[in-house]
T-cell receptor
Framework: EPEVTQTPSHQVTQMGQEVILRCVPI?????FYWYRQILGQKVEFLVS????????KSEIFDDQFSVERPDGSNFTLKIRSTKLEDSAMYFC??????????????FGQGTRLTVV | GNSVTQMEGPVTLSEEAFLTINCTYT??????LFWYVQYPGEGLQLLLK?????DKGSNKGFEATYRKETTSFHLEKGSVQVSDSAVYFC?????????????FGAGTRLAVHP
């Protein structure tokens, strides 16, 4: 069964450092997403990406964040200068063409980011 | 705006007990509704979904019915097992630019004891 894969599973970084979280979405999907889950809290939408550009972003997704699809398979989330409050689990997801009978988004296993 | 409200946890049950986790939603437009499960240390897995009113989603003994009149999508299971211990998230998506952005509830932790 196709799956979304994320690397690394856990990353520890020092405050102020840049991090790049990587995702390989399902190959024939068109829409890509990043979500964040601070420990013990709800899963929050960060950004969606379609046709090589951001289609929507939340207020959490400020100038410190960027996304990129550098090649035909990877989808990355970059945090330029990490803060302690960026510590969270980051989930990548992808979905196909919108269809009332095919509305599922597939999630990766997540990357746990710890900023120290 | 669009939002999802879930009952607060944790929910603690004995094995073979009946489970209900309440979920209500507010949405502009006609949402699809989902339950995701997160087992300890793992990612999000789709448990079940319903895309129109009165649809019943079901999987692994769990069920939820899309109730438009009460804007609810309560999760039920007749007999829980220890292996069902996890965090359960209710979620919705509303057509927006043709993609599947999800809005999640706060999650409900379920602990099942032998």
């Amino acid at each position: 069964e196709p799956e979304v894969t994320q690397t690394p599973s856990h990353q520890v970084t020092q405050m102020g450092q840049e991090v790049i979280l990587r995702c390989v979405p399902i190959s024939n999907h068109l829409y890509f997403y990043w979500y964040r889950q601070i420990l013990g809290q709800k899963v929050e939408f960060l950004v969606s990406f379609y046709n090589n550009e951001i289609s929507e972003k939340s207020e959490i997704f400020d100038d410190q964040f960027s996304v990129e699809r550098p090649d035909g398979s990877n989808f990355t989330l970059k945090i330029r200068s990490t803060k302690l409050e960026d510590s969270a689990m980051y989930f990548c997801a992808s979905s196909g063409t919108w269809d009332r009978e095919n509305t599922e988004a597939f999630f990766g296993q997540g990357t746990r980011l710890t900023v120290v | 705006g669009n939002s999802v409200t879930q009952m607060e946890g944790p929910v603690t049950l004995s094995e073979e007990a009946f489970l209900t986790i309440n979920c209500t939603y507010t949405a502009t437009g006609y949402p699809s509704l989902f339950w995701y499960v997160q087992y300890p240390g793992e990612g999000l897995q789709l448990l079940l979904k319903a895309t129109k009113a009165d649809d019943k989603g079901s999987n692994k003994g769990f069920e939820a019915t899309y109730r438009k009149e009460t804007t609810s999508f309560h999760l039920e299971k007749g007999s829980v097992q220890v292996s069902d211990s996890a965090v359960y998230f209710c979620a919705l998506s509303v057509p927006s630019g043709g993609y599947n952005k999800l809005i999640f509830g706060a999650g409900t932790r379920l602990a099942v004891h032998p």
